[in-house]
């Protein structure tokens, strides 16, 4: 069974900080052109496919806005 | 689905007031990790210093106290001395804790209060606009230090770790850093141990976490990390200075 | 039963009794026995004795402890409560119920270690920032040392609020006999103390609020909290001022000077009166003014250069003539020179003076 992950990206706590973008290894994420409630322009899914799980933007994320859940697909 | 990665219960849901990329939001993460992990959240007390950090009392979801500039190890130390069987960390700065908390702290750590110290040294004062800290970089320029501090009138970048491991008091002492996904890791391992620490009842314990500032060191958040590996490392070497076997 | 005791002694064992378990100090001249007395009596009690690195530290130990929920005093003279007035206002910010001692000495500076009046500015008006009151209580005699040790923890608690013994290097060092108070087992609940989340929401002790909205509304529940303090706890004592011509006013030590030069006038034919302050904050200004009703001068004696005359200034509005004598540097005013002063304001007007040296 492939395992499957699901990065939730809270984008509303997202102030657009760019280090989970620097540090995904695969360019997964990206900054999205529109604006969030804050101002800033967060954090967007640009390849969902290419993640592996391995959490290092929600390692360098320093607002809480990147969640992971990670397991057996259902 | 077993979820791998999520907010730690010991921080509550209020959003960061932290410049985008500052990193002081990486290490509450970590304290909360590890206060989650050790599930001690019920019977701990924090106490917040002042500095970018004051609000600590709105994300640390435990009970909290607000103390004076450079005093809460001494908080903290009232804490714990009237409640032993609690858990009790002061979070803090490099200007709260290395300057004008200086002898609340070596007083603290020479006594062997078992208490735990996040010690954040971003090598300069956040809050109050980017001035020196004992921590700021000979030749870094700050609003106090507008040419580059120099030796002559600002002396040398204090090295709290060190100072502190000539005491007996600590028995757990680290630096470490969150310049990258390793190092991460690695201060999560050590703010544990620093909470595991003043579980057994063993003595002091304090984690110098080296940090960003961004807005006030006039760098995007992934130039600081570089600018924090290449000048902040050689002065602050990274390693745990006490340890218990 | 009585027995004999040193004042700074009879107020730490006072302390104990009245559930203190806690104390933060610092050695300084003429305090120290206090501390030393609790250095051997806390650990008797399972209590916690800390000296701590300096008055600052201590102060804000204070802070800590009592923000956990224990009854904790801490003690020190005029130099060393200049170093806690910080945390004194954050005390007083946070609503942190503690009970701080000053055993007054000479000043300003490095000063002198024989007894004085001169913190009491700092006392009543507060030497630390922002709008903020601590109760402070004058006792004048070892017994009185002890019995409002136990008020002030118990004023402490009713209204969260740093409660503060202005004594002096004198009632710090004699002995008196005194009847020592009863034990006090039960402590009122601290619904507010951050001693741990377990099965309830988080607590947080602050003074921070950077919304000035917020922040008024803050001091104007603290104002509200002072007023009450004022409306029902002032005390103070008189000893014949029914129909006294000649209205003495002090308080601690100078208070017990007074009464013998009071004694001395009227047997002279003197028709003279004291009133004590017992509360310096909130001071007795209405209970002052009803005093001195029938009383063609007033004569402030204090051991300063001229403080608490401000206050009978406040209270009388004018209605009658102040005068003032004091001494300073630790000297003592004498009765027999008090008693001169007396003789000579029966009828002449205002004189404000300090003896010279």
């Known amino acids: 069974m492939a395992s499957r992950v699901v990065l939730h990206l809270e984008r509303e706590r997202c102030k657009g900080c760019g280090l989970c973008v620097a540090f995904c290894p695969r360019e997964v994420l990206g900054l999205a052109q529109e604006l969030n409630g804050l101002g800033y322009h967060p954090v967007e899914m640009r390849a969902g496919e290419r993640c592996h799980g391995c959490g290092r933007c929600a390692l360098m994320c320093p607002d809480l806005a990147i969640s992971m859940a990670k397991g057996e697909a259902v | 689905m077993s979820s791998t990665f999520a907010p730690p219960e010991a921080l509550t849901k209020v959003p960061f007031h932290y410049c985008p990329g500052c990193t002081h939001g990486i290490i509450h993460r970590l304290v909360g990790e590890a206060i989650d992990r050790l599930s001690i959240r019920e019977r701990t007390i924090g106490v917040a210093s002042v500095g970018c950090s004051v609000l600590a009392y709105n994300y640390f979801n435990v009970d909290m106290q607000q103390a004076a500039h450079g005093r809460a ?6 804490i714990k001395r009237v409640l032993p069987d609690r858990v009790v960390f002061t979070y803090q700065g490099d200007g709260d804790l290395a300057s004008i908390g200086l002898a609340e702290l070596v007083h603290a750590a020479a006594r062997g209060e078992r208490i735990t110290v996040i010690f954040v040294n971003n090598a300069n004062y956040g809050m109050t606009g980017g001035q020196m800290a004992p921590t700021t970089l000979l030749g870094q320029i700050t609003t106090t230090t507008p040419s580059g501090r120099a030796v002559k009138e600002a002396g040398y970048p204090l090295r709290v770790v060190e100072m502190l491991a000539t005491l007996e008091g600590p028995v757990y002492l680290a630096r470490v850093s969150v310049h990258d996904p390793a190092n991460v890791i690695r201060a999560r391992r050590a703010i544990i141990k620093a909470f595991e620490v003043q579980l057994q009842d063993l003595g002091f314990a304090l984690v110098e976490v080296l940090s960003i500032c961004p807005t006030n060191w006039g760098k995007k958040p992934v130039e600081a990390l570089s600018w924090l590996k290449e000048h902040m490392l050689p002065v602050f070497p990274l390693g745990e200075f006490r340890a218990v076997s | 039963m009585k027995v004999l005791m040193k004042g700074n002694e009879a107020l730490a064992e006072a302390a104990v009794r009245a559930g203190c378990r806690c104390f933060f100090g610092y050695p300084i001249t003429p305090q120290t026995e206090l501390l030393e007395y609790l250095a051997r009596r806390l650990p008797e009690v399972g209590g916690v004795f800390l000296q701590a690195e300096s008055e600052v530290a201590a102060i804000n130990m204070v802070y800590g402890a009592a923000g956990a929920g224990a009854r904790v005093l801490t003690s020190s003279s005029g130099p060393g409560i200049s170093l806690k007035q910080e945390g004194i206002s954050y005390l007083a910010a946070a609503e942190l119920p503690c009970v701080i001692v000053n055993i007054m000495r000479g000043g300003p500076g490095l000063g002198g270690i024989q007894p004085s ?35 002030a923890f118990e004023l402490a608690d009713a209204y969260r609020n740093p409660v503060m013994i202005l004594g002096d290097g004198i009632l710090g060092q004699m002995m008196e006999p005194l009847e020592l108070p009863p034990f006090k087992e039960d402590l009122p609940a601290r619904e507010w ?10 607590r947080i002790i602050n003074s921070l ?25 002032v005390r103070w004592e008189e000893y014949l001022t029914g129909d006294a011509q000649v209205l003495v006013v002090a308080f601690g030590t100078c208070a017990r000077i007074a009464r013998a030069t009071v004694k001395a006038a009227r047997s002279e034919g003197i028709r003279a009166g004291l009133f004590r302050p017992i509360t310096l904050w909130p001071y007795p200004y209405r209970q002052l003014q009803a005093a001195a009703a029938s009383a063609r001068a007033v004569l402030v004696v204090e051991m300063n250069a001229g403080q608490m005359v401000e206050d009978v200034r406040l209270a009388l509005e004018g209605r009658v003539p102040v005068h003032f004598y004091g001494r300073t540097g630790g000297m003592v005013p004498a009765s027999g020179a008090v008693l001169q002063e007396l003789r000579r304001i029966g009828g002449v007007g205002r004189v404000q003076h300090v003896r010279p040296a």
């Open chain 3, 209 to 233: 609020y950077l919304d000035a909205e917020e922040l008024e509304r803050h001091n104007l529940r603290l104002q509200e909290k002072y007023r009450r303090i004022a409306e029902r706890e």
């Open chain 3, 117 to 151: 009046q001169a913190d009491y500015f700092q006392a009543t008006r507060g030497g630390g920032h922002g709008d903020y009151r601590v109760i402070v209580l004058a006792p004048a005699s070892v017994q009185e040392m002890a019995d409002l040790a136990v008020l």
């Open chain 2, 73 to 78: 190890p001494a908080v903290a130390t009232g």
């Open chain 3, 193 to 202: 103390a951050t001693d741990g989340c377990r099965g309830r929401a988080r």
